[in-house]
């Protein structure tokens, strides 16, 4: 496999690069001989995964109410570009105009609410203009063009901008606020979690591959092994588990969001240092609340969107990133096999458990789920949901 210096990967991540608390947990982490597995008993019934009124309330309590990543920054890094995201139900439009500031709007022109993007891929644009009638927006969402505008009496193009929504830009992900009239609190991402997005270089990294899945399967299921370790080395072990050890790592709360940062086949800590590439050594998975998965590697980060369609359906919008964009011919052919190969762990080994374990639980063939100590971080995460949905 070509070598990090072979691919030009500048300023690889390294130990003194991280954040002072990510420092701080990488360095307590205890060696795998150390690592002891606690039991719980913990569990959820049927009706947290299947349930109609469940789905609702985290629709209006937390999807609709709490601001969500819509897409990251690596997608639209340049003034003019523009994107269409459809995934949570409003379709909403991004754009970067001029000024660098993203916005997002409704993607619905003012007249008749025709999608002035349609599609889902990045694009540049200098202007917006309807596919109908042609009428004409600026990025920054002004009706600045109306065919015939003699035709409308007493138009006011000012009341028929654009609709616009919360948004903010923090690190490296774009969050949006899906209600119109209420801004909602970005406070909880822009503590420790933006801090570590940044120690992590996620704002300038480089859109490498992006790909759209369609599960068939309610999104916390499809959330569930970004939460735990006690499944990679079953499920992957064809692929990625000689990697890792079977011990739990080390977590925490920010927030609302969990990181947990766990030490590789024969992670020590006093070997981690000396200016090499820390992802060797260890690895972060962020689930930033309420769905945004962050997992890293020696040479990319992988991102997922997990965006709730119904109880039974999700759409994961996954994102490689990288240091830079490849080139040269060694570093095409090393992200390309990445890409290749996290597509495949991905998509055909922990999505597809995902999709059958949502078979199974619609059967019937047990009263709930349970958790064991490699899991104890699912039981975290459901209730920081539960305090949001009022379940708590």
């Given at each position: ?84 995201v459809d995934s949570y139900g409003p379709d909403v439009l991004l754009t970067r105009a001029k000024d660098g500031v993203v916005r997002a709007f409704l993607n619905a022109c003012t007249h008749k609410g025709a999608s002035l993007v349609e599609t889902g891929e990045p694009g540049r644009a200098p202007r917006l203009v309807c596919p109908y009638h042609a009428w004409t927006f600026s990025l920054e969402g002004q009706l600045i063009g109306v065919p015939r505008q003699e035709g409308f009496a007493g138009l006011c193009r000012e009341e028929r901008n654009l609709a616009e929504l919360p948004c ?225």
């Amino acid at each position: 496999m070509p070598t990090a210096a072979a691919a030009r990967i500048q300023d690889v991540p390294t130990i003194e690069s991280l954040s002072a608390d990510q420092i701080a947990t990488i360095k307590a982490i205890p060696p795998h001989v150390d690592d002891e597995v606690r039991a719980i008993s913990d569990s959820r019934p049927l009706s947290f995964f299947l349930g109609e009124d469940q789905f609702a309330l985290e629709q209006e309590r937390v999807f609709r109410r709490l601001p969500v990543p819509m897409a990251l920054s690596a997608l639209l890094p340049n003034p003019g570009d523009v994107l269409a995201v459809d995934s949570y139900g409003p379709d909403v439009l991004l754009t970067r105009a001029k000024d660098g500031v993203v916005r997002a709007f409704l993607n619905a022109c003012t007249h008749k609410g025709a999608s002035l993007v349609e599609t889902g891929e990045p694009g540049r644009a200098p202007r917006l203009v309807c596919p109908y009638h042609a009428w004409t927006f600026s990025l920054e969402g002004q009706l600045i063009g109306v065919p015939r505008q003699e035709g409308f009496a007493g138009l006011c193009r000012e009341e028929r901008n654009l609709a616009e929504l919360p948004c903010r830009e923090i690190g490296g992900v774009i969050w949006v606020g899906l209600t119109r009239d209420s801004e909602p609190d970005f406070s909880d991402i822009e503590g420790q979690l933006m801090i570590d997005f940044e120690a992590l270089r996620i704002p300038e990294m480089h859109a490498y591959g992006r790909r759209r899945f369609e599960l068939k399967a309610n999104w916390k299921l499809v959330l569930e092994p970004f939460l735990e370790p006690y499944h990679v080395k079953r499920l992957h072990a064809n692929s990625v588990a000689p990697l890792f050890a079977d011990v739990a790592g080390l977590s925490h709360r920010l927030g609302r969001n969990i990181r947990q940062i766990s030490g590789k086949v024969q992670f020590s800590p006093d070997k981690v240092g000396g200016g090499e590439n820390i992802h060797k050594s260890i690895t972060h998975a962020y689930t930033a609340f309420p769905n945004l998965v962050v997992v890293t590697s020696p040479y990319y980060i992988s991102m997922m969107i997990l965006a709730p369609q119904a109880i039974d359906r999700t759409i994961v919008d996954y994102v490689m990133l990288t240091r830079g964009a490849p080139d040269n011919p060694k570093a095409e052919e090393l992200f390309a096999k990445s890409y290749a190969m996290i597509l495949d762990v991905f998509g055909n080994e922990d999505f597809k458990a995902a999709e059958k374990c949502h078979r199974g639980l619609v059967q019937g063939a047990m009263p709930d789920v349970i958790y064991c100590g490699l899991e104890e971080m699912i039981p975290l995460y459901y209730s920081i949901l539960d305090a949001e949905t009022g379940a708590a």
